[in-house]
Structures are given as structure tokens and as C-alpha cells.
């Protein structure tokens, strides 16, 4: 049963988080709508954004 309401937790958070992000990246391209290259966002934010993602998905399914 605890697994059960963890599962369920997580799933809610999940959408809850999904759906914020959801909205303001959309309200951010319409007001602004410019892309930020590569170039621009530099190397260190680059690597970090792209360590953090594969050390996140390397615990989900550890």
C-alpha cells in the first residue's frame, strides 16, 4: 500500500510540475520569443544542464 501512495505522489507532482513549466515556457515564447543558442548560454551551464539530466535519469532507473 505505501508503495502504492508513493507512486501516486510522485505521478501528481510529476503533472503539477509539468503543467507550471508547461505554461510559462509558452507565455515566455510568446512575449519574448527569441532562442538562446549554444554560444550563448556558455560551456559551464551547458555541461551542468547535461550532467544533472543523465545523473537524474541514471537514478530513475537505478
Known amino acids: 500500500m505505501n508503495d502504492t501512495i508513493f507512486q501516486i505522489l510522485a ?3 510529476f503533472a503539477a510540475a509539468a503543467s507550471i513549466s508547461i505554461y510559462h515556457r509558452r507565455k515566455a ?3 519574448g520569443g527569441e532562442k538562446i543558442t549554444l554560444k550563448e548560454e556558455g560551456l559551464p551551464i551547458m555541461l551542468a544542464l547535461r550532467l544533472g ?4 535519469w541514471l537514478s530513475v532507473f537505478a
Open 53 to 56: 539530466g543523465i545523473i537524474f
Open 11 to 13: 505521478i501528481v507532482i
Open 29 to 31: 515564447d510568446r512575449e
